[in-house]
């Protein structure tokens, strides 16, 4: 059995979606759309690799099924899911995982802060149906652009990178940018703070007994623009599922694409006010996610403990039976 290669979804439209694939010589794909647990045939196509399809419920998350002859069946989604007022809010689900099986959809996302929601976007994050919002945010962010409280859903609120608040309650990326701080000592800041946050912190410690605790998920996980913090709480993750790690690091350096045209605008509003153009690159660093941040962190593990899986023990208890329960929980 073959597997498809590349699987993608974008939105065209509010109600049009095309999805793409690598191979044009599938025969006899069959679409569906997987409404709850309900499979509805959608089109079937030959010989091409993209087809458009129209949403069939534009206020809920769909899920998408493809089949064809000598193929393993991929249940597929958007990965950026289409919000109004919040810009970066994305499912890490579909990842293969080292042996073969995949993140389920629908279980995990990573977003930026959500003090923008719109009435539709409530309306939507209900439909998913998700049981927590963990927020990473120091208490100054989060004083100064509140999430909206959603009705249902448990709301945490844990600094993930507190030994870089410059005072107990206050981290924030843009007020570091405003300081005048030099590129060289924020680059250095950066790595400093990547490198650190992955030990003895409260706020992945909670993170992870979401994972072990069915009642909590779905989760949404968030700071500010949904790439740092939640970069490493999303590599975390798919660290615990068994995803190797340069899916992880893909993962993480999708942010500077789903993030791009919202930059462009912070850039474009920015410059209104500042014409040194060094302090604009400077910027520009700091709105994009670096390999080597990440990188930093994964070193600092592995010269701590020698390795992932001594990492996931000795920080989160998650023994290697531990992980496999999950596995089996989270994995499909």
Not at 36 to 47: D, M, S
Not at 92 to 111: A, C, L, M, P, Q
Not at 262 to 280: G, L, V
């Amino acid at each position: 059995m073959k597997y498809f290669k590349s699987i993608r979804i974008l939105r065209l439209t509010e109600k049009e979606l095309k999805i793409t694939w690598e191979d044009e010589n599938v025969n006899n794909v069959s679409i569906f759309a997987l409404v709850g647990n309900t499979e509805i045939f959608l089109t079937k196509v030959n010989g091409v690799n993209e087809v458009k399809i129209t949403d069939p419920d534009v206020e809920r998350r769909n899920l998408f099924i493809l089949r064809a002859e000598g193929y393993h069946h991929e249940v597929v989604g958007e990965i950026l899911l289409p919000f109004e007022g919040i810009h970066h809010f994305r499912d890490i689900g579909g990842y293969k995982s080292e042996d073969g099986r995949r993140v389920k959809w629908n279980t995990f996302y990573r977003s930026d802060k959500l003090s923008s929601l719109t009435a539709s976007d409530i309306r939507y994050i209900k439909n998913l149906n998700i049981k927590t919002i963990l927020d990473f945010r120091s208490l100054r962010e989060v004083r100064e652009s509140p999430d909206i409280a959603i009705k249902g859903i448990e709301y945490i609120n844990l600094s993930a990178m507190s030994v870089m608040d410059k005072i107990e309650d206050d981290f924030d990326m843009m007020s570091i940018f405003s300081n005048d701080i030099a590129s060289e000592e924020i680059e250095k800041i950066l790595v400093k703070g990547y490198s650190s946050m992955c030990f003895n912190n409260p706020a992945f410690r909670e993170l992870v007994y979401c994972l072990e605790n069915e009642k909590r998920l779905p989760i949404v996980f968030h700071c500010s623009a949904g790439k740092d913090r939640t970069g490493f709480a999303a590599a975390l993750i798919l660290s615990i599922l068994g995803v190797p790690e340069e899916t992880i690091m893909d993962d993480y350096l999708k942010t500077n694409f789903y993030r791009k045209e919202i930059n462009k605008k912070i850039i474009s509003k920015i410059q209104e006010r500042i014409i040194n153009k060094d302090r604009i690159k400077l910027l520009k660093y700091m709105l994009e996610v670096k390999r080597e941040l990440l990188e930093a962190s994964f070193e600092s593990i592995r010269n701590r403990y020698g390795n992932i899986d001594n990492y996931l023990e000795k920080e989160y208890g998650l023994t290697r039976k531990k992980r496999k329960e999950l596995k089996n929980r989270l994995l499909y």
